[in-house]
């Protein structure tokens, strides 16, 4: 990620903390989008990253136009409400880190009908 205005970033908030957010909020996306081939490539080709501080995901989305058609979403998975929001723009704030590790990781989450 870049410092400045971004146009495929999203805020993915949970409700409550759960020991696996990235699977919680791969689930909403599918259900959501209700078109397991987009959003299976959606999930599989966008990268998520969780803010152990807050809880928030972060999916940086591999189309821009999904973080537009995606805000203010909210959906239950299970007793835990996710809410998406587009981030607009990323700026650095003095004695952040910028250290991170890039793991690459498939989950294979159900599509709910």
């Given amino acids: 990620m870049t410092v400045g205005e971004q146009s495929r970033l999203m805020a993915v908030w949970l409700s409550s903390p759960t020991a696996d957010p990235v699977s919680i909020v791969a689930c909403a996306l599918k259900y959501i989008e209700r078109k397991p081939i987009t959003m299976r490539t959606m999930v599989n080709d966008s990268k ?24 203010k979403w909210r959906i239950s998975v299970g007793d835990i409400v996710v809410s998406v929001y587009p981030v607009k723009s990323i700026v650095q704030r003095t004695g952040s880190s ?16």
């Fill in 48 to 71: 998520l990253c969780v803010d152990d501080h807050d809880g928030i995901v972060f999916v940086l989305a591999h189309l821009d136009r999904l973080p537009f058609q995606l805000r």
């Fill in 98 to 113: 910028r250290a991170f590790v890039d793991i690459p990781i498939r989950i294979k989450v159900p599509f709910f009908s």
